[in-house]
């Protein structure tokens, strides 16, 4: 998993409340990812970064941002949690420079109420 | 938009037999095709991958079938084992970087 960890693994929130995920790397891998995992719908892509500071949206957007103040942190924040997003949320990161390949996080489960 | 659909949602089979699971894709920028396997209560990791120069990657007991003219690409598993029981998703990339279009996923029991 190159050393990816996530935290919180376990989250239940109430509407309408912030709630913010981590994902921490120790590659020191350029790109960080956040997908989603719902069934029937594979994983998709909500934000990216391609360096500190450099991020860009993805698939699903939408109700998220995220931050990344150093290499190996990736936050992304639900500014209001709604029900919709109440799903398993997996960070990756990838060296790039010709590697496509992907290191996932163990993911976090997220409930909001 | 699903860029890449991925069939069967699930799928049961018998120890020792073949495992087949398909993708196709639409986008002709794409020139990265993996495979990804995943445990429950685990991420998705890397498990085969090709790119479109070749029709056929074998490594093991895991085949990767591509047919470029169809944009369709394949994951076999020969002689299914227990622990294979997983779910397994197909992805694309284009050349030009990193990011990955998941397919939907498909669930593989393989019965002891």
């Known amino acids: 998993d190159a050393g990816i960890t996530q935290s919180p693994r376990h989250k239940v929130t109430e509407t309408g409340t912030p709630v913010t995920l981590r994902c921490h790397q120790t590659?020191?891998?350029?790109?960080m990812y956040w997908y989603r995992q719902d069934p029937g719908h594979g994983l998709r892509l909500i934000h990216y970064?391609?360096?500190?500071?450099?991020?860009d949206k993805g698939e699903v957007s939408d109700g998220y941002s995220v931050s990344r103040s150093k290499t190996e942190d990736f936050l992304l924040t639900l500014e209001s949690a709604t029900s919709s997003q109440t799903s398993v949320y997996f960070c990756?990161?990838?060296?790039?420079?010709?590697?496509?390949?992907?290191?996932f996080g163990p993911g976090t489960r997220l409930t909001v109420l | 938009q699903q860029q890449v659909k991925q069939s069967p949602q699930s799928l049961i089979v018998q120890k020792g037999g073949i495992s087949i699971i398909n993708c196709a894709y639409e986008?002709?920028?794409?020139?990265?095709f993996p495979w990804y396997q995943q445990f429950p209560g685990k991420g998705p990791a890397l498990l085969i991958a090709?790119?479109?120069?070749?029709s056929e990657k074998k490594e093991g007991r895991f085949t990767i079938s591509f047919n470029k003219s169809a944009k369709q690409f394949s994951l076999h598993i020969m002689d299914s084992q227990p622990g294979d029981s997983a779910t397994y998703f197909c992805?694309?990339?284009?050349?030009?970087?990193?990011?990955?279009?998941f397919g939907g996923g498909t669930r593989l029991m393989v019965k002891p």
């Open positions: 090709i790119r479109p120069d070749v």
């Open positions: 986008n002709t920028a794409f020139d990265y």
């Open positions: 970064s391609y360096g500190v500071k450099d991020t």
């Open positions: 992805a694309a990339s284009p050349n030009a970087g990193n990011m990955l279009t």
């Open positions: 590659e020191n891998h350029r790109y």
């Open positions: 990756a990161a990838s060296p790039g420079l010709g590697s496509n390949e992907q290191f």
